[in-house]
C-alpha cells in the first residue's frame, strides 16, 4: 500500500511540476475550455462581432505587455506604463489636430514615450530609487503634464489619414491587431533566441552574479524602461487612432491588467521567469474575462473588483508555490 | 526600498554634533531632515506672508488645516507601515469607503456614533486584509495595496452607484457645527492623534518594534519579534486613520462622496517621504506631520497665488520622486560613513 501510495503522490507531484513550470501550455488549455463552456453558456460568445472586439480588446494591453514582460523579468516593473500611453496619445492627437504633419506628429509620441523610459531608467539606475517609487513618480508627473496639455478635454477631429492607421481593416481584421501579432511574435522569438535578450533572465536571477559574468546590468535594465516606454505610447497612438478621438482618461489603470496578465501568464514579480507567448495569454484570458462579465450584464464597477481579487490572488498563489519550489 | 542599511540602534533624532551652546542646537537641528524640513516651512510661510496678505489671517490658517488634516492623519499610518519597509497604496480607498460606510449606516437607521464606529471598522478592516496577504502570503505590498485599492474602490462605485449620498439624518448634521476646543474636529483629531502616535513611536515598546523591523526583518526576528503581528498591525492601523480621516471629511461635508479620497495615498506616501521616514526604518511621526504641513501650505500657496490647479498633479509627483531621491541620497550617506566609522 505504501507504495501506491507513494506513487500517486510522485504523480501527483509531477503533475503538479508540469503545470507549474509549462505555465503557457496550462494556459492555453484554461482558454480553450473556458472558451467552449462560455460560448455554450451564451449565443453571443463566439459571434464575429465579438471576437473582434475581443482582438482590439487584447491588442493594445497585448503590446504593451511584451514590454513589461521583459523588464519584469529582469525584475524591474513600471507602474507608469498606462500614464505614459495617455500622454503619448493626447500629445500626438493635439500636435496633429493642429495641423502638424501626421508622421513627425506620430514620432514626437513615440519620443515622448522614449523619454518617460530614460527618466525611468535614469531614477532607477543612477540614483538607485525603487522602481515601484520612481515609477509611481513618474506616473504621476505624467498625469500632470497630460492634464496641463490637454486642459482636461478630449482631443476629437482627428485628420482621416491618421485614423487609417487604427482603422483599416485586412481580412476584417482591424491594422492594430496585427502589428500586435508581428510584435509578440518577434519579441517572443527574440526573447528566446537572441543573447541580448535572455540577459534579462540572467539579471533578475541575480544582478550581482549576472554584473560579476560581465553584464552591464545598468544599461541593460535601462533598455528595458525604454522600450517599455516606447511601447506603451505606440500603444496609446494606436488606441487614439482607433477610437478616433483621444480621451483624457486614456490609458488609465493598464499598468494593473498588463501586470496582471503578465503574472497570470507565468512572469514572476521577483525576476528570472517568464515569457512573452504566456504574458499574451495571460492578455487574452483577461481579456476574455472582462468580456464575459460585460456580455453577462455585471456592471462595469463589479469589474475593477474582479481584477483586483484576480491580480492579488494569482500572485500570492504565485509566491507560495515558489515558496514550495525552493523547500 | 529597506536596503542593507543597519542604522545601529534607531534613534529618531538623527547624528549629534559635539559642539557646545546655541551653535550646537542650530546645528543639530539642521543635520536633521525635521530640522531643515522646519526650516523651510518657517521660510515658506515667511515668503508667503509677504506675497499675499491673506496668508497670515487666523482664517487661512484654519483653512489650511482643515485641508491637511486627512493627510495628515492617513500620513500617520502611512509612516508605520513605511517603517516597517511596507507601502501602503490602498490608503486613499480607505478614506472614501469609509464616508460610504458611515452614510449608508446611518440612513439604515443605525444612530450615530454605532455607525461611525462601523466607518473606522471598515478602514481596519481593508489594513487587516492588506496585512494577512503581505504577511502570510507573502505577496509584495505593493501589488497586494494596488490590490485592495482597485478592489475597495470598485465597491465604493458600487455602493454610491456613482453619485454622493446625502439627506444625512439630523443627528449626525449637527456635528458639522461641532467644535473641539474651539477648533474645527478634523483640526483637534490630526494634532491629537499626530501626538499620540509621536509620543508612542519614541517611548512605546510595541510601537518602537517597527524600527527594528524596518532595519532587517531577519534580525527583528531573530531577537524575537513577532514580525508579522507588528506588520499586520501597522497596515491596521494605516486603515483605521485613513478612515478616520474620511469619516472627518464627511462629518465635515454632510455627504458621503463617491470622490472623497483619490490619490489621497501619494500625498500620505510623499509626507513622510519629506520628514525622510521609511528608508531602512527611520524617522519620527513629527517629521512625518512636517512633510504634510510643508505640502498644505504648497496648495495653499497654489491657490492664494492664483497658480493653475492643474498644476497640483505635477508638482505632487515631482515632490515624490525629489523627496525619494533627498531619502535615498542620506542613506547612502549613512551607509558610507558608517563604512568610514568602521576603518
Redesign the interface.
Known amino acids: 500500500m505504501p507504495a501506491a501510495k507513494e506513487k500517486a503522490a510522485v504523480s501527483v507531484s509531477r503533475w503538479y511540476s508540469f503545470l507549474v513550470e509549462r505555465r503557457d501550455l496550462t494556459l492555453l488549455l484554461t482558454i480553450v475550455i473556458a472558451c467552449a463552456v462560455i460560448s455554450r453558456l451564451t449565443p453571443h460568445f463566439l459571434t464575429f462581432v465579438n471576437l473582434q472586439t475581443l482582438g482590439l480588446a487584447v491588442a493594445f494591453n497585448a503590446i504593451v505587455v511584451i514590454g513589461m514582460s521583459i523588464l519584469m523579468i529582469a525584475g524591474g516593473i513600471d507602474i507608469a506604463v498606462g500614464a505614459t500611453y495617455g500622454l503619448a496619445a493626447i500629445v500626438v492627437g493635439l500636435l496633429i489636430s493642429n495641423g502638424f504633419p501626421i508622421v513627425p506628429g506620430i514620432l514626437v509620441g513615440l519620443g515622448i514615450g522614449i523619454v518617460v523610459g530614460c527618466g525611468n531608467a535614469l531614477?532607477i539606475n543612477r540614483?538607485?530609487?525603487?522602481p515601484?517609487?520612481?515609477t509611481?513618480?513618474?506616473?504621476?508627473?505624467?498625469?500632470?503634464?497630460l492634464?496641463?496639455v490637454s486642459?482636461?478635454h478630449s482631443v476629437v477631429g482627428l485628420p482621416p489619414q491618421f485614423v487609417v492607421l487604427g482603422q483599416t481593416k485586412i481580412a476584417s481584421i482591424q491594422l492594430p491587431v496585427y502589428i500586435m501579432l508581428v510584435l509578440v511574435i518577434a519579441a517572443d522569438v527574440c526573447l528566446r533566441r537572441t543573447s541580448f535578450l535572455r540577459q534579462f533572465y540572467y539579471i533578475g536571477v541575480s544582478p550581482q552574479s549576472a554584473e560579476s559574468c560581465g553584464i552591464p546590468v545598468r544599461r541593460v535594465t535601462s533598455i528595458a524602461y525604454i522600450l517599455v516606454g516606447f511601447l506603451a505610447a505606440l500603444a496609446g497612438i494606436l488606441d487614439g487612432a482607433r477610437v478616433g478621438a483621444i480621451y483624457v482618461m486614456s490609458g488609465t489603470?493598464i499598468e494593473?491588467q498588463v501586470?496582471t496578465a503578465a503574472v497570470i501568464g507565468g512572469t514572476s514579480?521577483a525576476g528570472g521567469r517568464g515569457t512573452i507567448f504566456g504574458a499574451f495569454l495571460g492578455v487574452i484570458l483577461m481579456a476574455i474575462l472582462t468580456n464575459v462579465l460585460s456580455l453577462a450584464g455585471v456592471?462595469m464597477?463589479?469589474?475593477?473588483?474582479f481584477?483586483?481579487?484576480i491580480?492579488?490572488g494569482v500572485?500570492?498563489m504565485d509566491?507560495?508555490m515558489g515558496?514550495r519550489e525552493t523547500r | 526600498?529597506s536596503s542593507a542599511v543597519h542604522t545601529s540602534p534607531p534613534s529618531p533624532g538623527g547624528s549629534r554634533s559635539p559642539r557646545g551652546g546655541a551653535s550646537r542646537w542650530v546645528g543639530r537641528m539642521l543635520s536633521t531632515q525635521t530640522g531643515v524640513l522646519f526650516g523651510i516651512i518657517i521660510l515658506l510661510a515667511v515668503a508667503l506672508s509677504i506675497a499675499s496678505p491673506y496668508f497670515l489671517t487666523g482664517a487661512n490658517l484654519l483653512a489650511i488645516g482643515v485641508a491637511m488634516a486627512g493627510s495628515a492623519l492617513a500620513a500617520i499610518g502611512s509612516s508605520l507601515v513605511l517603517l516597517t519597509g511596507g507601502?501602503d497604496l490602498s490608503i486613499g480607498t480607505s478614506y472614501g469607503l469609509s464616508g460610504i460606510v458611515v452614510s449608508h449606516a446611518l440612513l439604515a437607521g443605525i444612530p450615530v456614533l454605532p455607525s461611525m464606529a462601523l466607518a473606522l471598522l471598515s478602514g481596519m478592516l481593508i489594513g487587516a486584509l492588506n496585512g494577512v496577504?503581505i504577511t502570510r502570503?507573502?505577496?509584495?505590498p505593493?501589488?497586494?495595496t494596488?490590490?485592495?485599492?482597485?478592489?475597495g474602490?470598485?465597491?465604493i462605485?458600487?455602493l454610491t452607484r456613482?453619485y454622493s449620498i446625502s439627506g444625512l439624518p439630523d443627528s449626525f448634521m449637527k456635528l458639522l457645527y461641532l467644535k473641539i476646543a474651539g477648533l474645527p474636529p478634523s483640526v483637534a483629531i490630526m494634532i491629537l492623534f499626530t501626538v499620540v502616535a509621536d509620543l508612542a513611536l519614541r517611548w512605546w515598546k510595541p510601537a518602537r518594534q517597527l524600527y527594528y523591523i524596518g532595519g532587517s526583518s531577519t534580525y527583528a526576528r531573530l531577537i524575537g519579534i513577532n514580525v508579522n503581528r507588528a506588520t499586520t498591525a501597522a497596515y491596521v492601523v494605516s486603515g483605521f486613520t485613513a478612515a478616520a480621516g474620511g469619516l472627518l471629511f464627511t462629518m465635515r461635508t454632510g455627504a458621503g462622496s463617491q470622490q472623497a479620497g483619490l490619490g489621497l495615498e501619494?500625498l500620505a506616501i510623499i509626507a513622510p517621504f519629506l520628514g525622510g521616514v521609511g528608508f531602512g526604518g527611520q524617522g519620527t511621526i513629527l517629521a512625518a506631520f512636517l512633510g504634510a504641513t510643508l505640502l498644505g501650505l504648497i496648495f495653499n500657496a497654489i491657490q492664494l497665488l492664483g497658480i493653475?490647479v492643474?498644476?497640483?498633479?505635477?508638482?505632487?509627483?515631482?515632490f515624490?520622486?525629489s523627496a525619494?531621491?533627498i531619502g535615498?541620497?542620506r542613506v547612502?550617506r549613512a551607509f558610507l560613513m558608517q563604512r568610514m566609522e568602521r576603518r
Open positions: 531614477l540614483f538607485g530609487l525603487s515601484f517609487l520612481a509611481l513618480g513618474m506616473q504621476s508627473v505624467c498625469r500632470g503634464i492634464w496641463l486642459g482636461g489603470g494593473f501586470i514579480m456592471n464597477y463589479w469589474q475593477s473588483v481584477i483586483g481579487a491580480l492579488v500572485v500570492a509566491s507560495l515558496s | 526600498m507601502i496577504i502570503l507573502r505577496v509584495n505593493f501589488i497586494t494596488l490590490g485592495t485599492m482597485t478592489i474602490r470598485g465597491l462605485n458600487i456613482g501619494m493653475p492643474l498644476f497640483q498633479n505635477v508638482i505632487t509627483g515631482a515624490l520622486v525619494a531621491l535615498v541620497v547612502r
